[in-house]
């Protein structure tokens, strides 16, 4: 299984960036999949999650409200809309992927099966 994360690029503070993930070599649409970034100097920490079905998405408190996850099954790719982006949001944006169809939010790193490489994204002050 092969995920490939892009959309990344520098933007200026209050502006938006749509972030993709294409899954290959697995059943997409068996998988929970997950944003994870991680910033300069810190550890990698959740964004967002959306289940195999995409009928449940959660989010890091410091996203809610700003950014959206969402898929498309049909082209095994899931997105991250990212809105009203502040300085914070600086750092390298990584997909993941769960395989076991589960039921429950997967908001751990540990948890996730496959990962893509990231994708750089820089907000200007």
């Known amino acids: 299984v092969q995920l490939q994360a892009f959309g990344g690029g520098l933007v200026q503070a209050g502006g938006s960036l749509r972030l993709s993930c294409v899954v290959s070599?697995?059943?997409?649409?068996?998988?929970?999949m997950g944003w994870f970034r991680q910033g300069p100097s810190e550890a990698r920490e959740f964004v967002a999650f959306?289940?195999?079905?995409?009928?449940?998405?959660h989010y890091a408190d410091s996203v809610k409200g700003r950014f959206t996850i969402s898929r498309d099954n049909a082209k095994n790719t899931m997105y991250l809309q990212m809105d009203s982006l502040k300085s914070e949001d600086t750092a390298v944006y990584y997909c993941a992927a769960d395989d076991r169809r589960s039921i429950k939010v997967i908001n751990t790193i540990n948890e996730y099966d496959y990962w893509g490489q990231g994708t750089l994204v820089t907000v200007s002050s």
């Open positions: 959306i289940n195999w079905s995409g009928m449940v998405q």
């Open positions: 070599g697995g059943t997409f649409r068996n998988y929970g």
